[in-house]
């Protein structure tokens, strides 16, 4: 990774007696899209406005390109903020919107007609420069408020849930074309969400947020495959989380006790020992169903299948463990199916469960 671009070092953003933001520390590189991901009144949009500068730290500082800027007023950052809402001038044409940021620093005419134009054109907007903000749908009107951001080439461009007012579909198409165009023109995007989905479709790294901290940092993948918590684990994507007791601890690997039955995983960073308790996470579309004796190298649970529901693209069946526990697996639809009641095994790669201490 390249060096940092933006360093948040050691920062806390308190609103009387309440931490919005509580000791982040955090260094984004250039070029990076970066996602903070986290629930309501997590930080994770007090954060970015304090990367702007429309808030002040409490405490700590933020630097950019080795230089402090927590001091200093939005406008002598070298950052631009894309807002959910837009904020598009609603008399002005596409062109003038995308415009007016150059001309309130007074850039020469020839400039701005060359920048506004390769901006449209970046978002595909060329051919409706000369509409208004009300003649365009909602993904239309979005790409313009990023032309309106980027034609002033700002060091980092700052993004606060920008897909929320959009449909699902189109929120979908939108979240490749950010990425795309993020790519694209290489600079440091800061994106705040609080759609895990997103989160996972579009980021080079997400920081997880919760309770004015970050939970766990790291790659879509990692933070998917390796979560470091049990709310990570939870928080990203559809998962199991069982109660389970430490049977043997061998270097490397636990044997963990779920309700009378053994399994094995790779064991955690942080130390454990024979008889505590923990969490096993295991995903939905990693478990199979088996008639016989698991592969070997996979770990396999028995219980009773409670409902199977049908969804397209896959089958989720949940079933039920003897001491009251459930499980979720995803199926494909043309897989075996199996009625409510019936016994079943469910099977898994050992290696592929995550056990979780916290």
Known sequence: MSPPLVELRSVTKRFGDFAAVDDVTLAIAGGEFLTLLGASGSGKTTTLRMIAGFEQPTAGEIWMDGQPIHALPPYKRHVNTVFQNYALFPHMSVWDNVAYGLRMRRVAKPEVAQRVDAALDMVHLESLGGRVPRQLSGGQQQRVALARALVNRPKVLLLDEPLGALDLKLRKEMQLELKHL???VGITFVYVTHDQEEALTMSDRIALMRAGRIEQLGTPREIYEHPA??????FIGETN????R???ATPGRLTLEIEGQGVEVPAPSSPVTPGQEVWLSVRPEIMTMVDASPPAGHNSLEGTVEEGIYAGSLTRLRLRLPGGGALVLHLAPTGTARA???HARVTWPADRGVCLVA
């Open 182 to 184: 993020q790519t694209q």
């Open 229 to 234: 918590t049990r709310y990570a684990a939870d």
């Open 241 to 244: 989380l069982l109660a389970a």
């Open 246 to 248: 430490v049977r043997a």
């Open 340 to 342: 409510a009641g019936a």
